[in-house]
């Protein structure tokens, strides 16, 4: 009898550049594109990642030449997204005032994950946000 696979966790280590932030998202579509549903995900998925790819650029005290690994995985019904870097700061929620250009990618993370959080790395160098995200809800038949 054959039963079918899920696709195993992708992993991927990326330069700690922003121009390394198009291509997170690409391996991400790619990914997604193997899943039966993966078109479900697609557009807060890709959101979600690039935001949390662009704070650790942004925000990684590690020496620039350090990589960030992107990882993508089903469980369940949800997408995990992880985005793990050598750095030492932790993210947390603040409120950006209105002419601010930077501040608000966690909040939209907050907002439009099912849940998310960060957690030290294994071996104790550094950190990984993780993102969980909810399909999108299948659109209603209409019969005319």
């Known amino acids: 009898m054959l039963t079918a696979r899920r696709p195993r966790m992708f992993v991927a280590r990326l330069d700690s550049r922003a121009e390394s932030t198009p291509l997170a998202r ?55 997204l992880e985005v793990h870097d050598a750095g030492s700061g932790r993210p947390s929620l603040r409120a950006a005032a209105p002419d601010d250009e930077h501040g608000r990618g966690l909040l939209l993370v907050n907002e439009l994950a099912e849940s998310w959080g960060c957690a030290s790395r294994p071996g104790g160098i550094g950190k990984f946000v993780w993102a969980l995200v909810a399909p999108a809800p299948t659109p209603a038949l209409v019969t005319v």
Do not use: K, M, W
Request: hydrophobic share 45%.
């Open 26 to 80: 690409y391996l991400l579509r790619a990914y997604l594109a193997g899943l039966p549903a993966g078109d479900r995900y697609t557009d807060t998925a890709e959101l979600l990642l690039g935001e949390l790819f662009a704070n650790a650029v942004q925000h990684c005290d590690a020496p620039a030449d350090r990589l960030i690994e992107v990882r993508f995985a089903l469980i369940g019904s949800r997408l995990r």
